[in-house]
């Protein structure tokens, strides 16, 4: 069988294998696609041996997506500017090719499926790592008015400011420089709520229908929605990231496989359970 595989650390519970599969079946394309726990030190090696065993393609997840930018001899617009890559695929003589979708998968997400309309609002958002940049490079390009962008270690934000160079329209704050802003849309893109930590951000940077929205799902979500309903936003506009994590699953498929699946029955599957 055609063979794609997820590659991190840990990796057990990773949801790609069954995305990629309900996409296929509902297709009808035959693949197999596995999901592969590789230590740190062992990720190159374990996808060098995928690729030259035939493997044709491969999506990376934490905490391999850096690595996965850096081994590659190619590396699209979108892995470049994210520093990081979620894709990869195979290319002549052993060659990799790295490519990034979170950014793309955002801003399907919101925009398609949860109607945000991106043009001419005020985004803030949290953090300037591999996620964050995919993510402030994408909402640039979708149009927003103004992007903000704080980041505990600040020096990281304003290199990611720097590198979009739009100093008119995408600046940066101090975490705790907030005070008097107001928006219309708070990404978390920090990892707060995985390892730990407060957001300790004033509620008046919400407007009165601002959304947030966090790139994570399940309990790594619970940190940031907690903020955001306590600050007054509105339950159902508070987002999560089990709709990015299916788009980006589809624009890597729609790579591999060069046809769009449905992301509706398969986000409604998910949903029911997270
Ligand atoms: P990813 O690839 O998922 O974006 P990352 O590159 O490790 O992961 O980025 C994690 C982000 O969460 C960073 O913006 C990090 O801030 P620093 O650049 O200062 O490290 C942010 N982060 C992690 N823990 C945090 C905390 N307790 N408070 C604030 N920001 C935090």
Not at 93 to 121: K, M
Request: net charge negative.
């Amino acid at each position: 069988a055609h063979r794609y595989a997820v590659f991190g650390h840990p990796i057990a519970h990773s949801l790609s294998p069954e995305i990629h599969k309900a996409f296929a079946t509902q297709l009808g394309i035959h693949l197999s696609y596995e999901a592969i726990d590789a230590a740190p030190g062992r990720f190159e090696q374990a996808v060098r041996r995928f690729f030259a065993e035939g493997g044709l393609g491969a999506n990376v997840t934490l905490p391999h997506k850096n690595a996965a930018f850096a081994l590659a001899a190619k590396r699209t617009e979108a892995a470049t500017r994210a520093g990081s890559a979620n894709t990869l695929t195979p290319l002549v003589n052993g060659a990799i090719e790295a490519h990034n979708t979170d950014g793309s998968g955002f801003v399907r997400d919101i925009t398609e499926r949860h109607g945000f309309d991106l043009r001419g609002h005020d985004a803030l958002l949290l953090g300037a790592g591999g996620a964050a940049k995919a993510v402030a490079w994408a909402l640039v390009d979708a149009g927003v008015q103004s992007l903000t962008i704080v980041n505990r270690t600040p020096e990281r934000a304003d290199e990611l400011a720097d590198a979009i160079g739009e100093p008119a329209r995408c600046y940066t704050r101090y975490w705790d420089g907030l005070d008097g802003e107001s928006f219309n849309l708070v990404v978390n893109a920090t990892s707060i709520g995985v390892l730990g930590g407060s957001f300790d951000l004033p509620t008046s940077i919400l407007k009165d229908h601002s959304t947030c929205y966090d790139l994570s799902y399940g309990v790594a979500a619970a940190a940031f929605k907690g903020w955001a309903l306590a600050a007054g936003v509105r339950p159902d506009w508070f987002r999560d990231g089990l709709g990015m994590l299916v788009e980006q699953a589809a624009d890597a498929f729609e790579r591999w496989h060069g046809q769009r699946p449905d992301t509706d029955p398969v986000y409604r599957m998910l949903r029911e359970r997270f």
